[in-house]
């Protein structure tokens, strides 16, 4: 399928590693032009430096803290113009209500809620007035099925969804959509450090990870193309009647008893 991408301009937060980084490689892959934002400037380096090698496309990052506002403020200007704004910068803490204090919830949400709230407050105001853009936020599925030991994050991404279909029903009347892809459990370096530590806690033995996750459909989890190439997709004029709508990546996960 030929997904229109060429020559397109696209802003990742979160774009050095994980699910940020395969939507990058895909969305060059595709022939878009790339502006990538995360807190480490060597990693940035690292994947500007491949994609660059790999694909024709210009790949400019943004070495910035998306849990300050003002960060938000000089990326929007620093990427004016885009065309897709893929919000994926974020990672929320596990824990209960009573293991989590004020100062980490507030640190989660900063980045992760509120990066996205503020990054989108700058952008999609701009897109609505050229009349064309895309916005993808990348969520998790624990916004739909919150559970008590990850209330903060169950929370925080709950409020992502609100925010993808209370903008996405009435943005595509200005010729821009909002829509959200929420992972289940996918296949990246922080899931194996997540793994590792709850194997040596179960098992005694950290090397035995993947053993955490035989309860998964497949008894494996998503893999990062899995979930990137959904974003993608939606990113793309193919998906073009899609707006205000989160698509679940977990295998089916959410659906089980």
């Known amino acids: 399928m030929e997904l229109q991408l060429t020559g397109k301009r696209a802003l990742i937060t979160g774009g050095s590693k994980g699910i940020g980084r395969g939507v990058a490689e895909l969305l060059a892959k595709e022939g878009c032009h790339l502006h990538l934002a995360a807190r480490t400037q ?11 090698q790999a694909h024709s496309v210009e790949v400019a990052i943004h070495p910035t ?3 300050k506002s003002e ?9 004016e113009g885009i065309d897709i704004l893929v919000n994926c910068a974020g990672a929320i803490r596990a824990g209960s209500i009573d293991m989590v204090d004020e100062q980490t919830w507030l640190e989660g949400w900063n980045l992760k809620l509120f990066g996205c709230i503020n990054l989108t407050r700058e952008i999609y105001p701009a897109m609505c007035r050229r009349g ?4 993808v936020n990348v969520i998790g599925n ?3 099925r919150p559970v008590a030991n990850y209330i903060s994050g169950s929370i925080a991404n709950a409020g992502l969804i609100a925010l993808t279909k209370a903008l996405g029903a009435e ?15 996918i296949g990246t370096e922080r899931l194996e450090r997540q793994q590792r530590i709850k194997a040596q806690q179960a ?5 035995r990870w993947r053993e955490m996750l035989k309860d998964l459909p497949q008894g494996r989890p998503g893999t990062v193309e899995e979930c990137a190439s959904v974003v993608v997709f939606l990113a793309s004029p193919c998906a073009g009647w899609i707006s205000g709508s ?8 959410h659906a089980r008893a």
């Open 42 to 52: 060597a990693d940035l380096e690292r994947a500007r430096r491949e994609l660059e």
């Open 65 to 67: 803290d998306l849990s």
């Open 71 to 79: 960060n938000c403020c000089a990326l929007a200007k620093a990427s």
């Open 132 to 135: 064309s853009g895309v916005i």
């Open 142 to 144: 624990a916004g739909e």
């Open 171 to 185: 943005s595509l009347d200005h010729g821009v959509r909002v829509v959200g892809v929420s992972p289940g459990q």
């Open 203 to 207: 098992l005694g033995d950290a090397n």
């Open 246 to 253: 989160v698509v679940t990546v977990d295998g089916g996960t």
